[in-house]
């Protein structure tokens, strides 16, 4: 460990300055943005992905954390989560690919995704910690590290699971391997890649309270302060607003891949 941080400490500074870049890019719009307008995105997604009675819940939902005073820690939440989900499918999804065409690849992987799976959560903080200090873009690395996974299974399962005749018939029509994949295993793989993606977004909030640790912020800091001073309804109110937050996230998220195979039956 002490090799990696002496002989690739630019590589890590850079990525740590990428990340930062994103992460308050995306903090910055969040805290931004009124409340109310962050209650309208939210039921228009709920309501054109997963319909009238998620779009209630979330917007209730919402509105209720910003009644409970923890609106711009739920921002701050929000921002740290995306970030760590946009780097996790931007490296799962191109990976969960290659493993699908290689079984060599798809066994080495395996291997490595087992034992970030069974890992303990708490360890991941670690290396961040190591290699790129305190703060909030560790907390976005513990993440990252904590939810690829994944999308990166379900990607390669997705893909794996094509019927064959698509894929043969692909190829007598003269299909060149990039065609083949965005034509045909992506679209048909793309409800298996969108439960990945959920997954990554559930596990990413969850890790998101242990990275408060790290001094990641957002509502995980009102978690650990709660408990450091037994303050029961500030944990509470805190707790609540993380499960409301998951909740609504889960379901829109969700919908995206119901309203993918609708639009599958639909076309019959």
Known sequence: MDWLVHNLGVVFDTIGAVTAVVLNSFERFMLWLPWWSVLMLVALFAWWLAGRRTTIFSVAGMYFIFTLGLWDLCMATLALMATAVLISNA???????ISARSNRVEAILRSIMDVMQTMPAFVYLIPALMFFGIGKVPGVMACV?????PVVRLTNLGIR?????LVEAAHAFGSTQNQLLFKVQLPVALPSIMAGVNQTIMLSLGM??????????????????????????????????????????????????KQRRRTEKARG
């Open 161 to 165: 699971q094509v019927p064959a005749e």
């Open 91 to 97: 490296v799962g999804i191109p990976l969960g690919i």
């Open 208 to 257: 998101v309270v242990l990275a408060a640790m790290i001094a990641a912020g957002g509502l995980g800091r009102e978690v650990l302060l709660a408990l450091g001073q037994i303050d029961i309804g500030r944990g509470v109110m805190a707790g609540t607003s993380i499960v409301i937050l998951a909740m609504v996230l889960d379901r829109i998220t969700q919908g995206l891949g």
């Open 145 to 149: 590290i904590y939810a690829l996974p």
